[in-house]
């Protein structure tokens, strides 16, 4: 579940970062086009103002005076944009006549540009202003920002960003959705891979290499707290008759009924494996001999009881050896070998628990005839 809400935050964290960069790019380019559209239209009424002004003053020479600005003012007063006329001699600013704004405001505006916008208290304003070409005058037009024209921008904005948040969210939900459901198949897949690589196909129970590894490290273990470890062999002695007279599929039920007998009885206590066609091993931690023998006699107890496969009742007969560290070795290997020995040495005396001692060593002669250590050899024969 985790994983899910990591990936669902981080997906729709990403695509609402991208979102905002570029609603923010569109704000600010809307800005930008609004600015030089406001900026184009002030050069628009600057010109048609300049070129009313040559108008009146090109009988008098470019001579204007005070009576001829201010008719001049009087004729646009009904425009919500301010005006002004004034002279620039050594950035020396000298109003001579303005509309709909103070002398003193217009001065503050034009004292150090042209043309621009500026932001007073909390107030936006643009403005431009140009020289009456062959006169020292200059005309300025002004105009106060409606802010209700930046809120219908967020307004028009505002919708089509909800709608494509909605579709973000369920996009990023999907999306989610979608991605967890491949990784939990792929998880699944890979757990089941790892779990058949460690697991005999058959009983489900570990098999040799795993039983191997946690045989390894249980004796490193071992060794480093100085405690004792055991193993035990198991063995079906008249295996091969169930699979001789009622065939594969009641041998391997059997094997699988041991095999789950096993694993129930000594639960939390060790690791069951199954090593060979009717071999069953018990890796037993912490476990000294007389504990190991006490816990195999009551497995082989439950394994002794009868078997029931499509109502045929099964009798099996076992045989199991055992072998502990530090009593009988030093090492894994010769602890599986001599646990392995005492196992065949019960089957051979029709004895059901053995535990190693040095003397079956000296009895123990391995089958090596189908083993050829010389390949000279095996040509020659």
């Known amino acids: 579940m985790k994983h899910k809400i990591k990936l669902f935050v981080g997906i729709f964290g990403v695509a609402f970062i991208i979102l905002m960069f570029f609603g923010l790019v569109a704000y600010h380019a809307a800005i930008n086009t609004s600015s030089e559209r406001e900026s184009n239209l002030l050069n628009t009424f600057l010109d048609y103002f300049v070129i009313d002004l040559i108008e009146d003053t090109k009988d008098t020479k470019g001579e204007v005076s005070q009576e001829a600005i201010n008719h001049w003012l009087d004729r646009y007063e009904q425009l919500s944009f301010g005006m002004g006329i004034f002279t620039k001699e050594d950035n020396i600013i000298s109003i001579l006549g303005s509309r709909n704004y103070s002398r003193y405001f217009i001065t503050k505006l034009v004292q150090n540009n042209d043309s621009g916008h500026r932001n007073v208290e909390s107030e936006s304003y643009s403005w431009s202003s140009r020289k009456i070409g062959g006169t020292p005058f200059h005309v300025v037009v002004i105009h106060k920002v409606n802010k209700e024209s930046n809120t219908s921008f967020f307004n028009s904005l505002g919708v089509p960003l909800i709608i494509t948040m909605m579709l973000l969210l369920w996009i990023t939900t999907w999306l989610t959705i979608y991605l967890t459901s491949l990784y939990d198949k792929l998880s699944t897949q890979k757990n089941k891979l790892e779990f058949q690589s460690k697991r005999d196909p058959l009983t489900k129970l570990i098999n040799r290499s795993c039983f191997l590894e946690y045989l390894s490290n249980h004796f490193q273990n071992a060794k480093q707290k100085n405690i004792a470890l055991s193993l035990c062999y198991i063995n079906i002695n008249n295996f091969k008759d169930v699979n001789r007279s009622l065939g594969r599929e009641y041998a391997d039920r059997l094997l699988i009924i041991i095999g789950n007998r096993c694993k129930v009885t000594i639960g939390d206590l060790g690791h ?26 009551k ?7 009868d078997i029931k496969i499509n109502n045929i009742k099964l009798s099996v007969g076992l045989s199991s050896g055992i072998a502990s560290y530090p009593q009988h070795t030093t090492t894994a290997n010769d602890l599986m070998q001599r646990a392995e020995i005492a196992m065949c040495s019960a089957k051979n005396l029709g004895s059901r628990i053995t535990i190693f001692h040095d003397d079956l060593l000296d009895n123990y002669n391995p089958d090596l005839s189908l083993i050829s250590l010389n390949p000279e050899q095996k040509r020659a024969g």
């Open 272 to 297: 069951v494996a199954r090593l060979g066609a009717a071999e069953f091993c018990m890796l037993l931690p912490d476990t000294n001999v007389d504990e190991a023998r006490s816990l195999t006699s």
């Open 299 to 305: 497995v082989l107890k439950v394994l002794e009881e």
